[in-house]
């Protein structure tokens, strides 16, 4: 089993800035991907940031250029660093841990954008 635990959430002013955390523990696998998902309610939760074991990085073109995915594997941490941003970007804010076997999940982080 993995535990995912997130931190880093807040409220933020419109172009303001902030940088998640999320901190793997358990029987981590040697290779996964590590990623950043967000879910608005009434909407599906989607990926917006990802980022391989050899540091390979995939965004969501809403996020693309604001956001950055970044990794320490040897801390089995993954963050999340958000720029410019909007009202929109406002909602809970998942990590997720996969390998070829299983997926795993973060409780989720709140990240609210005043306008």
């Known amino acids: 089993q993995v535990q995912l635990l997130e931190s880093g959430g807040g409220l933020v002013q419109a172009g303001g800035s902030l940088r998640l955390s999320c901190v793997a523990s358990?029987?981590?696998?040697?290779?996964?991907?590590m990623g950043w998902y967000r879910q608005a309610p009434g909407k599906q939760r989607e990926l917006i940031a990802s980022?391989?074991?050899?540091?390979?990085?995939r965004y969501a073109d809403s996020v693309k250029g604001r956001f950055t995915i970044s990794r320490e594997n040897a801390k089995n941490t993954v963050y999340l660093q958000m720029n410019s941003l909007k009202p929109e970007d406002t909602t809970t804010y998942y990590c997720n841990l996969r390998d070829s076997l299983d997926m795993y999940w973060g409780q989720g982080t709140q990240v609210t954008v005043s306008s």
């Open positions: 358990g029987s981590i696998p040697s290779a996964s991907i």
């Open positions: 980022i391989t074991s050899g540091g390979g990085t």
